[in-house]
Every structure is written in structure tokens, then in C-alpha cells.
Nanobody, 123 residues
Framework: QEQLVESGGDLVQAGGSLRLSCAAS????????IGWFRQAPGKEREGVSC????????YYADSVKGRFTISRDSAKNVVYLQMNSLKPEDTAVYYC????????????????WGQGTQVTVSS
């Protein structure tokens, strides 16, 4: 059974860092584009970053560009989201998702979703 599990969320002070992990079971993440999304209370889910599976291209939302970095560890079948210089507005539940062949910052194309991990940034 295909499953994605996020981990690494925590409470952190503004300016701090966290690394989120997206681990897969039942399939190989290298065969998929992987996206990170977040949803704050009362807001729609928004794309944060994604990484393609064919050429490793990465994309970021303007709000996180220069602060967040997405990467793969193929040996561990994990995708990471390194988050630096965190701001209170980064507070949200963070989700990873997988889709064949592409990478997108919109939620529509994705086939598999994790359950999310909470990130809270205090001011």
C-alpha cells in the first residue's frame, strides 16, 4: 500500500530552522515528482516547493524562496524540506505529495498525500 509520512514539524522561534522529512512506503519516490504544501487555519492549501523526478528541477513559492530548500535522499527514499529563517507566517500544517512525471505547486495533479506535520513559529 502506497503511503507518505511527514515528520519533523515542531514549535520553533522566529528565525529558527526545521527540516521536514517525507518518507514513502510501497513505492519509490525517485519515480515521482514530490511537492511540499502547507495549510494554515482558515486558509487554502498552498504549494511551497516541488522537485521533479527526471531532471531534479526544483521550484519554490516566492514566499519561501531563498529560505527553504527541497532535496532527495534516494538511498533512504526520503524527500526533505529544509526551512531556515522561519517566520510566524510559516505556521501551518505541512504536507508532502507525489505525482508521476511532473512537479507542480498546485494541488490538483497529485496522486498521493501524507497526513501532515505541524509547524508552529512563535514571534
Amino acid at each position: 500500500q502506497e503511503q507518505l509520512v511527514e515528520s519533523g514539524g515542531d514549535l520553533v522561534q522566529a528565525g529558527g530552522s526545521l527540516r521536514l522529512s517525507c518518507a514513502a512506503s510501497g513505492f519509490t519516490l525517485d519515480d515521482y515528482g514530490i511537492g511540499w504544501f502547507r495549510q494554515a487555519p482558515g486558509k487554502e492549501r498552498e504549494g511551497v516547493s516541488c522537485i521533479k523526478n527526471n531532471d531534479g528541477s526544483v521550484y519554490y513559492a516566492d514566499s519561501v524562496k531563498g529560505r527553504f530548500t527541497i532535496s532527495r535522499d534516494s538511498a533512504k527514499n526520503v524527500v526533505y524540506l529544509q526551512m531556515n529563517s522561519l517566520k510566524p507566517e510559516d505556521t501551518a500544517v505541512y504536507y508532502c505529495a507525489a505525482v508521476h512525471f511532473i512537479c507542480a505547486l498546485s494541488t490538483g495533479p497529485y496522486d498521493y498525500w501524507g497526513q501532515g506535520t505541524q509547524v508552529t513559529v512563535s514571534s
